[in-house]
């Protein structure tokens, strides 16, 4: 499959022009201007923007302003706490509060073309101001959001267009794919082509940019590898698309009647995970709390009802030994990837909103040499009664080197993802209302679970797409040894650090 990114790529790729505009080549600046400093750009500037981009400049309004102070309008806000995601949050809090736009962009580009990127990059490298780049906003680091810059806003850049593909490396079918498209919407389009392509769990995240640069896994990535492992150039991303076909899956839930036998399951399963991570094609997604564990979904495409059997049958009849009674296991085969992705609970809706994540990649070592220190750091997190709602999951792929045929170095996917058994996701909610000092204290306690499963993973790390967005050590725990290479293509694209 071919990933339509190019419109910030190719921009990016001529720093030395845009350098020159902004009058300096001395690197990064300390300080971007915020809205209300002295030499933010003036309203004329923000219309020749405007202007230049074909009207495509949208200055952006917090969303519930009209329930709140001189803009309240009674009717428009009964609309919208109609259409609101939570009851929670602030169009409920009453027409004396305030409401701003927190880390929102001030204004943002509705982007549609390569000349577009191209005006704003430029704006933003003149007037020294914060630029961020967001599709979706599936980005629980933030790095799509933060306050005051402007936003080159990719969503709508919806093209798909199917293809013969041949260079040195692939010969095949291939979809170019534009940087807006979302997962679900790219995974119709390639079934209603008799293929498969190569995209995550969650259906609203974007096909193209930060999904893919942090490695992207996906239900297909046990068979297929990650998506960067199918990335043949980077000025324009591809990645491979496959024939469809019939896809096995498998469900199954258990909840807590007695703490010990349920750790005890727990621990089963990720035996369990070691015999099934070596089944070519495989790929799980599970979770639990202090009350149930659930495996959403097991994905195998290809495999018939037999594989399900031959791979879950002995963890079902460990339950059963174990007193476990399970509230229900379920396999089935469908007719395609689709029909099975259709079919199944994929990871839930969980906005990167009134929640932090961390996480670690966990390698099959952790689980045959460690067992009991895992299962101890797991129950330290359930039972912390000063957070009121945590969740422990994982995703199980085997992306090994070996497996798909690639090299240490061949791309920038963080090493330790070859090795591990899965990944692992720890995640904390906190209310909509919280205070400063509740967001800090939420943030620091989900870097303290993160840090304790860095005793159990030595020389690991962890998925940055889903990790903390301040752990002290994330240069070796999220980029390892492709940091410094990294940050030289960094300053040699981007050198004023525009992004």
């Known amino acids: 499959m071919y990933l ?7 921009i990016l790729g001529a720093p030395s022009a845009l350098a020159a505009t902004q009058g300096t080549s001395q690197g990064r600046n300390a300080y971007r201007l915020l809205s209300g400093d002295p030499k933010w750009p003036t309203d004329k500037e923000w219309s020749k923007l405007s202007n230049t981009v074909g009207g495509r400049l949208i200055r952006s309004v917090p969303l519930a302003q009209l329930c709140y102070g001189p803009a309240l309008d009674v009717d428009a806000c009964a609309e919208i706490q109609q259409r609101w995601v939570s ?10 509060g305030t409401c701003t736009l927190g880390n929102t962009p001030v204004y943002a580009i509705d982007v549609d073309s390569a000349a577009t990127v191209a005006a704003g990059l430029k704006f933003a490298l003149q007037k020294n101001i914060r630029l961020s780049v967001k599709k979706t ?3 629980y680091a933030g790095r799509s959001s933060g306050p005051g810059p402007l936003e080159l806003w990719m969503h709508n850049l919806k093209n798909i267009s199917f293809f013969d593909y041949k260079n040195s490396g692939y010969t095949g079918r291939a979809a170019k794919v534009g940087a807006g498209v979302q997962f679900f919407e790219a995974y119709k389009a390639t079934a209603e082509h008799g293929t498969r392509v190569l995209d995550g769990y969650c259906p609203t995240v974007g096909v193209a940019g930060g999904y893919v640069q942090g490695g992207g896994y996906k239900p297909l990535a046990a068979s297929y590898g990650l998506v960067a492992d199918n990335a043949l150039e980077y000025e324009v991303v591809t990645v491979d698309a496959h024939s469809d076909g019939p896809t096995a899956g498998v469900s199954i839930v258990f909840a807590k009647t007695d703490d010990n036998k349920y750790w005890a399951a727990i621990g089963a399963f990720y035996k369990r995970l070691l015999f099934i991570s070596t089944i070519p094609g495989f790929a799980t997604f599970w979770g639990f709390d202090i009350q149930a564990f659930v495996l959403s979904v097991a994905t195998l ?17 460990e339950l059963l030994n174990l007193g476990v009674p399970f509230i229900s296991y379920n396999t ?4 395609t990837f689709y029909d099975h992705y259709q079919y199944y609970d994929f990871p839930p ?3 990167a909103t009134n929640n932090t994540i961390g996480g670690q990649l966990i390698p099959p070592t952790t689980v045959q040499n460690n067992l009991p220190g895992l299962l101890n ?10 957070v009121p709602a945590k969740r422990i999951s994982g995703i199980s792929l085997n ?5 798909f045929g690639n090299t240490a170095g061949s791309n920038s996917v963080f090493p330790a993802w070859r090795d591990a058994l899965y990944t692992l996701d720890i995640g904390s909610g906190f209310d909509a209302d919280a205070s400063p000092s509740e967001l800090r204290q939420a943030q620091a306690k989900v870097n303290s679970w993160q840090a304790l499963f860095e005793p159990l993973t030595p020389g690991g790390g962890a998925y940055m797409n889903e990790a903390t967005f301040d752990a002290p050590n994330w240069k070796t725990n999220y980029f390892g040894v492709n940091y410094d290479r990294l940050l030289e293509v960094k300053k040699k694209y981007d050198p004023t650090f525009a992004l």
């Open 4 to 10: 339509d990114a190019y419109t910030l790529i190719a």
């Open 87 to 96: 009851t929670d949050l602030y169009p409920f809090s009453g027409p004396n």
């Open 137 to 139: 906003g599936h980005d």
């Open 301 to 317: 495409p290809g495999g018939g009802q037999s594989n399900m059997t031959t791979a879950w049958d002995p963890f079902i009849k």
């Open 332 to 335: 089935s085969v469908h007719h």
């Open 349 to 351: 809706e969980i906005y």
């Open 377 to 386: 750091a797991f129950r330290t997190i359930v039972s912390d009664g000063t």
């Open 399 to 403: 992306v090994t080197h070996s497996r």
